[in-house]
């Protein structure tokens, strides 16, 4: 394995979904639903399938019903008009999104500032791109996890490339607010930087969070490479397809590194989830109720077990400080959990390249049945 990709290791979900299965624990580390999406929507991709619709390479920026989709999706709920051949790129989720857009736009050591914890595909792919990440750590306060707008404005160098901002926010559940918002755009325009923003939670905001995309701010639309997925928005992580909008000269270089990433993907799918897109508002609507309702029972049971619980307002994780239960070290804390409570959760530390300022919060995935969540809750009764 090569030096840029050496700390890295084995991603943490994949650890850790090996663990649920291994001591059959109940799993609510990695973030993907128990319950599939849409059944017209799933009838839709047998029927691509069945009809020969993208059984073969499909067109590289993606197939136009699947494009003209998107776009209709971004001008309908966010007024942002795209054009649907030269603004849309298809990919094959929004990882291989992330990854094309960093190695499109990122030069070997330009800055790249992400707000720590981070996903993890972000460090790998900045450095994968030959970049120097530049975390600006999101601290705890009053309930949620905040951004320090004068700590980004101070990490803001002659290097600084890019800003990759992820609203809402995995793990934290942050939704950055409209001033939050606003201060990065001022920011952006003033030091002339670029913006990958990861939207894959867009639909997955609760109580009086809204999200607003960067692409809506002043001066930002020209700067900005949008981010979203059919895995979180309907629950088929499965399947693969992600997008990008942007300016067609951002687009055009996020696509000259994903032809050589994977070309193309998800033929028969890209079909269903340019259906999946045009559902009624009635579908994105029962999805964040059901979602809402889940959270609560994943959060009362665990302020009950005796976690501190940050309440998110967007994603489906709830990211906890165990120090109320007397631990310190949310790694040691996962790692033993599934013997004492068979329950598999992510230690956030995973997430900062300042561990220290990670360690004692853990991360829960609320996406499951509420069955599920009550017996997981149950059984995490037994930790204090
Ligand atoms: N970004 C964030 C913040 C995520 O949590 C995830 C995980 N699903 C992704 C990107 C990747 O999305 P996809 O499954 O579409 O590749
Ligand atoms: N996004 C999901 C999470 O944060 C999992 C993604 C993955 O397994 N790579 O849990």
Redesign the pocket.
């Known amino acids: 394995l090569n030096r840029r990709l050496a700390e890295f290791g084995t ?1 943490i ?2 650890e850790m ?1 090996a663990l649920a299965l291994k001591t059959g624990s109940i799993n609510l ?4 639903p128990d319950t599939d999406g849409p059944e017209e929507i799933r009838e839709a991709a047998v029927r691509a399938l069945r009809d020969g619709r993208g059984n073969q390479y499909p067109p590289g920026p993606g197939v136009p019903e699947l494009r003209t989709a998107i776009a209709a999706h971004q001008e309908r709920r966010y007024g942002l008009s795209y054009d649907p051949d030269a603004e849309v790129l298809v990919t094959a989720g929004a ?1 291989e999104a992330i990854a094309a857009a960093l190695l499109a736009l990122v030069e070997p050591g330009d800055e790249v500032i992400a707000f720590e914890p981070y ?3 972000y460090a790998a792919c900045i450095a994968m791109a030959g970049g120097t990440r530049v975390p600006v750590t999101l601290r705890p306060s009053e309930g949620s996890f905040r951004l320090d707008l004068d700590e980004l404005r101070a990490a803001v160098t002659d290097r600084t490339r890019l800003l990759l901002i992820n609203t809402p926010h ?2 934290t559940g942050t939704v950055l607010t409209r001033e939050e918002l606003t201060a990065i755009a001022e920011l952006a325009v003033e030091r002339d930087l670029l913006v990958i923003t990861d939207e ?1 939670y867009e639909h997955l905001v609760f109580d009086t969070a809204e999200h607003i995309p960067l692409a809506t701010f002043p001066g930002m639309r020209g700067r900005t490479v949008s981010i979203g997925s059919a ?2 928005t309907f629950s088929f ?1 499965g399947w693969k397809v992600g997008w990008v909008t942007g300016t067609p000269d951002l687009v055009t270089a996020v696509r000259s590194a994903k032809q050589f990433l994977t070309y193309v993907a998800s033929g028969p799918f890209q079909y269903a989830v340019a259906e999946a897109l045009s559902l009624p508002d009635s579908y994105f609507d029962a999805f964040r109720a059901d979602m809402l309702a889940k959270r609560d029972v994943l959060a009362a049971g665990l302020t009950e077990a005796g976690f501190e619980v940050f309440r998110p307002a967007g994603t489906y ?1 709830i990211t906890t400080d165990i120090r109320p239960l007397g631990e310190t070290d949310g790694f040691a804390f996962c790692r033993a959990l599934p013997e004492r409570a068979g329950v598999v959760a ?1 230690p956030n530390a995973v997430f900062y390249d300042h561990r220290e300022a990670g360690a004692p919060f853990v ?1 829960f ?1 609320f996406c499951k049945r509420v069955g599920v969540l009550e017996e997981a809750a149950g059984r995490l009764k037994s930790l204090a």
């Open positions: 991603t979900f994949a979904s580390g990695q973030g993907f990882t996903y993890d595909s995995n793990p894959v895995g979180k992580t994780f992510i991360r995935a």
